[in-house]
């Protein structure tokens, strides 16, 4: 089974602070990605990365970093953490076949409160 | 621009009645369709996925998906609700080709079954 971890379930951080979330896959797919959950709002993505120290944007990069130096780890920074960057944090890989055909493994999210 | 609708943003049944939780798409061509499903404080599992082929296709826990081309439509459905069935279903539609994988999501339907 694919497995997609990430570093913390909660995590707590004060406005201002470089906030970095870890995300880790063991199944050597090509892409990444990092979605942000709201409620009411669903999933809607950060960045992702479709091979090492590749990104590009999703549909809500402000305020956001990323960083893959190598396939199975995929980062993502808040440089300046802000309290509405208070959110959970869904890491995500899949494979690069094309057609987008083989969905995305999901890991267990972060809970990221900034205060 | 690619979307997601999913019109029910709650859904309530009693354990053994059936369910549809409704999911309608845009996009330029016919997508690759998933749904997932979300259990509190986890992260997402997908259920199952249309690519091409017979348009009722099967997933895990005893969930099933209509894709209906001339609606735009790809509702999930079960017969007999199970009280372990109350989670948050997304629906997502990924590119047809290339795009890397990147889903969009719909904004969720909560389920709740009552006992």
């Known amino acids: 089974d694919v497995k997609v971890t990430q570093s913390s379930r909660y995590l707590v951080k004060r406005t201002g602070e470089k906030v970095f979330l870890e995300c880790v896959q063991d199944?050597?797919?090509?892409?990444m990605f990092w979605y942000r959950q709201d409620p009411g709002l669903g999933l809607r993505l950060i960045y992702f990365s479709y091979d090492v120290k590749m990104k590009e944007k999703g549909d809500i990069p402000e305020g956001y970093s990323v960083s893959r130096e190598k396939k199975e780890r995929f980062s993502l920074i808040l440089e300046s953490a802000s309290t509405n960057q208070t959110s959970m944090y869904l890491c995500?890989?899949?494979?690069?076949?094309?057609?987008?055909?083989?969905?995305?493994?999901f890991g267990p999210g972060t809970r990221l409160t900034v205060l | 621009a690619q979307s997601v609708t999913q019109p029910d943003i709650h859904i309530t049944v009693s354990e053994g009645a059936s369910l549809e939780l409704r999911c309608n798409y845009s996009y330029g061509a016919t997508p690759y369709l998933f749904w997932y499903v979300q259990s509190p404080g986890q992260g997402l599992q997908l259920l199952l996925k249309y690519f091409s082929g017979d348009t009722l296709v099967q997933g895990i826990k005893g969930f099933e998906a209509e894709f209906k081309r001339s609606q735009s439509s790809f509702n999930l459905r079960k017969p007999s609700v199970h009280w372990s069935d109350a989670a948050e279903y997304f629906c997502?539609?990924?590119?047809?080709?290339?795009?890397?994988?990147?889903?969009?999501f719909g904004t969720g339907t909560q389920l709740k079954v009552e006992l």
């Open positions: 995500a890989s899949s494979l690069s076949a094309a057609g987008g055909g083989h969905g995305a493994y």
């Open positions: 199944m050597d797919h090509e892409n």
């Open positions: 997502a539609v990924g590119p047809p080709t290339g795009g890397g994988n990147k889903l969009t």
